[in-house]
């Protein structure tokens, strides 16, 4: 005779989902430490996409706990910058300005250009989740910009120009640019660099789940549009992100203590607004890779 063990029922849990003014919303009353049932999993995939970004408030959660999360959304991708993973979890990438012994513990300028995460990967990433280990006591906040308002409120003859054309994300053109200072970055190993070799996208994207178009350039990653004249591509790349980061589009995040911050890179670009150098400030990244755009 066989028995078969029942699993118990996942209780669901009584979160709020409260949208902010402009963009993103707020969760409370979840509690990521507990397993998540489906039903719930559902109602937080949906303000995902219908807000774009998702504050998870109050969280205490180990790393193994954030990985897991993550990882329902999709499978993760490892930052190139191994040595900057988390010791045992490479799935996070330390986002941090604190130096230790000498030396950087963690990506300090993650976030100084608009960008989108992983652009310059075949796959970019669907999402990331930020979650607050140090915060400063002033700055560090994270701005997001709305790049499906952006495109919805892009005038015609920029929408016409940029129609059906791709442009050419690269992770290392970043480093040639003066405002990064001359150290800011260490030097990527052949082994590195052939994991970040520049690739083409669809200048403006469609939302793999939504349907909705979006622009798909950023100032962080984006060298060029594919068939213009140099100077043509420059001076409308820099038209698009000009337009896109207008104050309209914006939401500004401040952290506070607990706080993990789920974003949709397919349909945002953020920036890091940094914080005085002396005050430590270190985040836990996990990126979800996403589908290739189209
Ligand atoms: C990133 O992890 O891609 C960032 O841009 C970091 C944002 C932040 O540190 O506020």
Redesign the pocket.
Same mark, same amino acid.
């Given at each position: 005779m066989t028995t078969t063990l029942n699993a118990a029922p996942v209780a669901a849990q009584p979160f709020t989902i409260t949208p902010f003014a402009r963009l993103g919303a707020e969760i409370t009353g979840l509690d990521l430490r507990q397993p998540v049932n489906n039903a719930d999993f559902a109602r937080i995939h949906q303000a995902h996409l219908d807000h774009h970004v998702v504050v998870f408030r109050d969280q205490k959660i180990t790393p193994r706990q954030q990985i897991d999360f993550s990882r329902r959304f999709g499978p993760l991708q490892i930052h190139v910058l191994k040595q900057f993973l988390l010791p045992g979890h490479p799935e996070i990438?330390i986002?941090s300005n604190i130096i230790e012994n000498g030396q950087p513990i963690g990506?300090g300028d993650?976030?100084?250009f608009w960008?989108s995460?992983l652009s310059y990967k075949t796959l970019p990433s669907l999402g990331?989740m #930020?979650y607050a280990q140090e915060l400063p006591e002033e700055g560090?906040?994270?701005l997001f910009a709305d790049m499906e308002l952006a495109y919805e409120t892009l005038p015609d003859d920029l929408k016409r120009v940029i129609e059906g054309r791709k442009a050419v994300h690269s992770y290392t053109a970043t480093y040639s640019r003066p405002k990064f200072g001359s150290h800011w970055r260490p030097q990527l190993t052949e082994q590195q660099l052939a994991e970040v070799q520049a690739v083409s996208h669809p200048v403006v994207r469609t939302h793999p789940e939504t349907g909705r178009k979006a622009l798909f350039v950023s100032e962080g990653f984006t060298t060029h549009i594919e068939g213009l004249p140099e100077t043509e591509s420059r001076d409308i790349l820099e038209a698009l992100w000009a337009h896109s980061v207008r104050p309209e589009h914006i939401y500004r995040?401040q952290?506070q203590p607990g706080d993990m911050v789920f974003w949709d890179n397919r349909s945002l670009i953020? #920036?890091?607004?940094g914080c005085p150098a002396h005050l430590r400030?270190k985040?836990y990244?996990t990126?979800i890779e996403g589908d290739a755009p189209f």
């Open positions: 990438l986002v990506l993650a976030g100084k960008h995460d990331s #930020l560090g906040d994270t995040h952290w953020h #920036l890091a607004t400030r985040l990244r990126t």
